[in-house]
Every structure is written in structure tokens, then in C-alpha cells.
Nanobody, 121 residues
Framework: QVQLVESGGGLVQPGGSLRLSCVAS????????MGWYRQAPAKERELVAR???????AYADSAKGRFTISRDNAKNTVYLQMNSLKPDDTAVYYC???????????????WGKGTLVTVSS
């Protein structure tokens, strides 16, 4: 099996920055798309940013121009650099990865447990 572990969340003032990381570990596997989602209190989980194995990226409108997603395929790690943070960015941020286990042909969706980002003065 594969585990995704996020880190980098915390409390930051409006206008500040945070960098989230997510590492995939476990059995032999290959990773296709990786992404970050978030869920604010009383709201549904929403896509923040996504990156394919070749580096193509996509962002939610709320993240464009402020957030940057990147990945290090050698380290099975995806990052989310968040700048100019706003109180509306407060949420639990979840890492997501589309993974194919070695010897298998089925792509499975994996989730981390989330890391809390709080933007407040």
C-alpha cells in the first residue's frame, strides 16, 4: 500500500506565506497526477491545484497568481507554495495522488490525512 503524509501547515497572518509538502511512501508504485485539495469548515472539499507527471499544472481560480504547485518525482513529493494568504484560505489541505502499484494496471486514488492552514491576525 501507499501512504501520503502532508506537512507544512500552521498559523500565518494575512499576506503571509506557507509551503506545504506531501510525500508518498510504501510499496513500489508509480504516480500519475498529484494535487492539493482543501476543505473549510461547513464547506465541501475543493480542488486547489493539480500537477501531472510531466509537469502540466492546473489551478482553481482562487489559487491562480498566488499558489504554485510543483513536484519532485525522484522524491515522490508534491509541494504547494502559498503566497499572499487570505483568511478565506483557512482550511484543512489534503494531498491527493493517482497511483498505480507495481505489477498492477489500475490507477487508484490516495489521500493524505490533511494539514491545517489557518490564516488569521
Amino acid at each position: 500500500q501507499v501512504q501520503l503524509v502532508e506537512s507544512g501547515g500552521g498559523l500565518v497572518q494575512p499576506g503571509g506565506s506557507l509551503r506545504l509538502s506531501c510525500v508518498a511512501s510504501g510499496s513500489a508504485f508509480s504516480i500519475n497526477a498529484m494535487g492539493w485539495y482543501r476543505q473549510a469548515p461547513a464547506k465541501e472539499r475543493e480542488l486547489v491545484a493539480r500537477i501531472l507527471s510531466g509537469g502540466t499544472t492546473a489551478y482553481a481560480d482562487s489559487a491562480k497568481g498566488r499558489f504554485t504547485i510543483s513536484r519532485d518525482n525522484a522524491k515522490n513529493t508534491v509541494y504547494l507554495q502559498m503566497n499572499s494568504l487570505k483568511p478565506d484560505d483557512t482550511a484543512v489541505y489534503y494531498c491527493n495522488a493517482a497511483i498505480v502499484l507495481a505489477g498492477d494496471y489500475v490507477e487508484m486514488n490516495y489521500w493524505g490525512k490533511g494539514t491545517l492552514v489557518t490564516v488569521s491576525s
